[in-house]
């Protein structure tokens, strides 16, 4: 399999393993030697990494490196549920347990019996949910939503979160029994802003990959392109890029991606009209300015695609009827 720098995804990112990824970055090129170690290890793991920085794919990747490789890689999310929704993603629940379950389900931790279950922002979840979280990891059991009867499951947890360790540790909000239980080894995953050496080859993996799924032959970027982006700050990390990268070659009709093609949040923010700033110099922005702004940046995209609609949202990376309401209605393919 073709080694890659870390957030390419030249590879299959279901079948990655640790072995696909390498670093010119000290500081990442330390996290995945430690990761290396610990899928070796059956020690739980937290990864901590703004969104957008491939903290899925990491956790991924150790499972497929470890012992528990041939088992099942169950992924959650912690965040923005309700309590009933949390305790039945997680333990399943029984017919009957609430309004609208209908049938038995498997929770994540039954499904992952064997294999890992990684819960991202699990700094999200609300206090009963971490004492069953807890409970879960210490002793392998559980019990459905409306029932009574113990149910086990052999699982190793990685979990995530996007704050920083010092979050974890001054909050009242978080367990200090469970955080100390989840962090048997700690990965942090740098932003991209604080990987310059990693930006080029991602950049170049990346065009390789969206020309290949659009059947483009992509040479390269002129000098405008490429200071443009190697300038940039990337507060999206490897999801932006990715999206980026797609919508560039997407719009580009020759072999080298030109500058107008490369549409950063900086470029259509500057198409704004001036704001009001408030004491501290900093300008504002209200709700109306930000869909203003973000029209203007579809429309490009959609000028550039000769008014479809259906590649335009293909190179945003939304869905048709999304497209059509962020236009208000105001375009016509």
């Known amino acids: 399999m073709k080694r890659a720098s870390t957030g390419n995804l030249g590879f299959d990112p279901w079948r ?3 072995e696909d990824f390498q670093s010119a970055d000290p500081g990442m090129a330390r996290c995945l030697e430690l990761a290396r170690v610990a899928s070796q290890t059956e020690l739980p793991i937290l990864i901590l990494g703004e969104s957008g920085t491939g903290k899925t794919l990491l956790a991924r990747a150790i499972h497929n490196s470890s012992r528990r490789a041939e088992g099942p890689f169950v992924s959650f999310s912690g965040a923005a549920l309700s309590e009933t929704l949390l305790d039945s993603q997680l333990f399943g629940h029984e017919r009957g347990a609430f309004t609208g379950a209908q049938q038995r389900l498997k929770g994540k931790f039954e499904l992952a019996d064997g294999g890992t279950l990684f819960i991202d922002e699990i700094a999200d979840m609300s206090p009963l949910a971490q ?17 009574e009867r113990l149910q086990v499951a052999d699982v190793r947890l990685l979990s995530a979160t ?19 239980r989840i962090n048997g080894l700690t990965l942090t995953i740098a932003p991209l802003r604080d990987r310059p050496r990693d ?26 392109a490429a200071d443009m982006l190697f300038n940039y700050h990337w507060p999206g990390n ?23 093609a490369v549409m950063l949040d900086g470029r259509w923010m500057a198409d704004a009209p001036a704001h009001p700033t408030r ?18 940046h579809i429309r490009r995209v959609l000028d550039k695609l000769g008014g479809n609609k259906a590649r335009t949202a293909r190179a945003l ?4 009827s999304t497209l059509d309401r962020k236009l208000a209605g105001g375009v016509s393919s």
């Open 279 to 296: 004491g501290d110099g900093a300008a504002t922005v209200d709700d109306s300015d930000l869909r203003m702004m973000e029209r203007r």
């Open 131 to 147: 004492a069953k979280v807890l409970r879960a990891v210490e002793y392998g059991e559980f019990e459905r939503l409306g029932s």
């Open 199 to 224: 930006l080029r080859s991602l950049v170049a993996a990346k065009i390789n990959v969206s020309a290949g799924r659009q059947g483009k032959t992509i040479t390269g970027l002129s000098t405008e």
């Open 238 to 260: 490897l999801r932006e890029l990715d999206r980026v990268i797609h919508a560039a070659v997407a719009v580009t009709t020759g072999s080298v991606i030109g500058a107008e």
């Open 16 to 18: 990655c393993s640790l």
């Open 317 to 320: 990376g939304i869905s048709r």
């Open 162 to 180: 996007h704050f920083p360790l010092r979050r974890f540790l001054d909050s009242d909000q978080f367990r200090k029994d469970l955080f100390y």
